[in-house]
């Protein structure tokens, strides 16, 4: 049997360094494609994940995606990204597991959206 909290970790790693799902469903599909793997007695890794997208994509049940959490846009510098402050438009294209993860772990991205809601504007 697996350890809930050993899943996290690894779709967590893999979320790090591989890429971030654009939707709750999505997140869910792959989560239950690795929970399928574990049932056959592997051990959770963040390679699961990457299997499952993989095999997800490649049978049209999902599309294609990109963007690690660890990795910088390639289109906008690090520097801009990290001075542009949150927008209600920005804050609204998140994800909500996604939302929930920065505000725990990121102080900046937790004072702009107490500032929207504070504002009103979320």
């Known amino acids: 049997m697996f350890d809930q909290q ?3 970790n690894a779709m967590q ?3 790090n360094t591989k890429r971030v799902p654009p939707n709750d469903a999505t997140t869910q ?3 239950e494609k690795v929970l399928s793997y574990l049932s056959e007695g592997d051990v959770v890794a963040p ?3 990457e299997r499952s997208y993989t095999m997800l994509v490649r049978a049209g049940q999902i599309e294609a995606f ?3 959490l660890g990795v910088e846009s390639a289109t906008t510098p690090a520097v801009a990204q990290a001075d ?3 927008t209600p438009e920005a804050y609204h294209r998140l994800p ?3 939302v929930i993860r920065r505000y725990r772990a990121d102080a900046k991205f937790k004072a702009g959206v107490d500032s929207l809601v504070s504002r009103g504007l979320i």
């Open 6 to 8: 050993e899943v996290l």
């Open 13 to 15: 790693d893999w979320m």
């Open 47 to 49: 390679a699961h994940f």
């Open 29 to 31: 599909l792959i989560l």
């Open 96 to 98: 909500a597991s996604e």
């Open 84 to 86: 542009a402050p949150l």
């Open 66 to 68: 990109a963007g690690a």
